[in-house]
């Protein structure tokens, strides 16, 4: 499996996450009753970008599918395409990638689509730049939230019936027994407090139901670890420049990487994200010029997206907030992160530094 990206058009964007993760969900089970290698069911734009998108990424399989020959020639990039009616699905080699994926990027603003990047930060982004984060954590809560209103309308229908029904009941004989009425009164009230009661209980049942999938969720947002393979694979020095954007400091840090190891990182290692939090704190050895002497020191960064980090990004943005202190410093080179133990929500790395 590659890096995996998917075309979206719909008349209508998603409302939220959880409606997105229905249609996803629905459309990768892949039952629609058409032939996926072939794009004549997709809608006009998808076709458009299909048959633009193959001169660049060739097929891997269908009409439009180069021989096994031509396959063979490794200057050829290839792609697995899944095509339902409102989206494509690309399959693309992580060693391809870094070439095409801006070609891929502009074919679908020129086409009006929609882009999924699912094998980077799970991002939607639209044609006109505005984008959905789509995580877990919020699918949970807009799921919660969703059954919590349908739970709480049921149960008011329910308990509405149920007074009725009782109001008719006591209708029919209380007129007839004087000495009671002061009873149906209190019972009267005694109903409508334990419907009410119920109908407000229903979020915590609801919480109650999905308590599993939050801790779940909470405990991989505390204890994220950047695996050995993501966050200590690369290697970087710090204090060399600033950069005007992720891309240029993305772009930098290949080729540094090529220059000291002599190969450039895989793609899919520093977009893998290695913490789901919308803020981190990472720790390093830093210098105390006052007394010239190293102290350790930390630094809390936000999440551009608000919900989760990946490699790169904590790189560049370290990079770009720590510039000034570490040029002077001895111990610029990179060496790895590693997570620590936290007493609040905020996920703690250690940095460290090498000299």
């Not at 990472?282 to 105390?288: L, P």
């Not at 630094?299 to 990079?319: D, G, H, M, P, R």
Request: with cysteine; hydrophobic share 35%; proline share 2%.
């Amino acid at each position: 499996m590659g890096y995996n990206i998917m075309l979206i058009d719909r008349k209508e964007r998603f409302k939220n996450c959880l409606e997105f993760d229905k249609w996803y969900n629905k459309t990768t089970k892949w039952k629609e009753n058409v032939d996926y290698n072939d794009y004549c069911h997709a809608t006009k734009n998808l076709q458009s970008f299909y048959l633009e998108i193959i001169g660049v990424i060739k097929p891997m399989n269908g009409k439009y599918a180069p021989s096994i020959e031509e396959q063979n020639n490794t200057d050829i990039i290839i792609a697995d395409y899944c095509i339902s009616k409102e989206a494509i699905y690309m399959d693309i080699a992580y060693s391809d990638i870094t070439n095409i994926f801006d070609n891929i990027v502009s074919l679908a603003k020129k086409h009006n689509l929609a882009l999924f990047d699912i094998s980077s930060n799970c991002i939607l982004i639209y044609n006109d730049g505005s984008y959905m984060q789509i995580n877990e954590r919020q699918i949970l809560k807009e799921k919660i939230e969703s059954e919590t209103k349908k739970l709480k309308n049921k149960r008011g229908i329910i308990g509405t019936v149920v007074f009725i029904v009782y109001a008719i009941i006591c209708g029919f004989f209380i007129p007839h027994i004087k000495e009671y009425k002061n009873v149906w009164l209190f019972t009267s009230l005694a109903l409508v407090g334990i419907i009410s009661i119920w109908v407000a209980k229903s979020e915590k049942d609801i919480l109650n139901k999905y308590q599993k999938e939050i801790e779940t969720i909470n405990n991989q947002a505390v204890n994220q670890k950047p695996t050995e393979q993501s966050a200590n694979i690369v290697v970087w020095e710090f204090g060399r420049n600033l950069y005007n954007s992720e891309k240029d400091f993305s772009d930098a840090l290949m080729k540094y990487n090529e220059e000291i190891l002599g190969n450039v990182p895989n793609h899919k290692i520093i977009n893998e994200i290695i913490a789901k939090a919308p803020k981190i704190r990472v720790i390093y050895e830093g210098t105390n010029e006052t007394e010239d002497s190293i102290e350790e020191k930390s630094i809390e960064l936000t999440a551009s997206n608000q919900s989760s980090f990946t490699l790169i990004e904590v790189l560049y943005k370290l990079n770009q907030a720590l510039h000034e202190e570490l040029k002077k410093s001895d111990f610029v080179y990179y060496e790895g992160l590693e997570a620590e133990e936290t007493s609040d929500e905020t996920p703690c790395f250690r940095m460290f530094l090498g000299s």
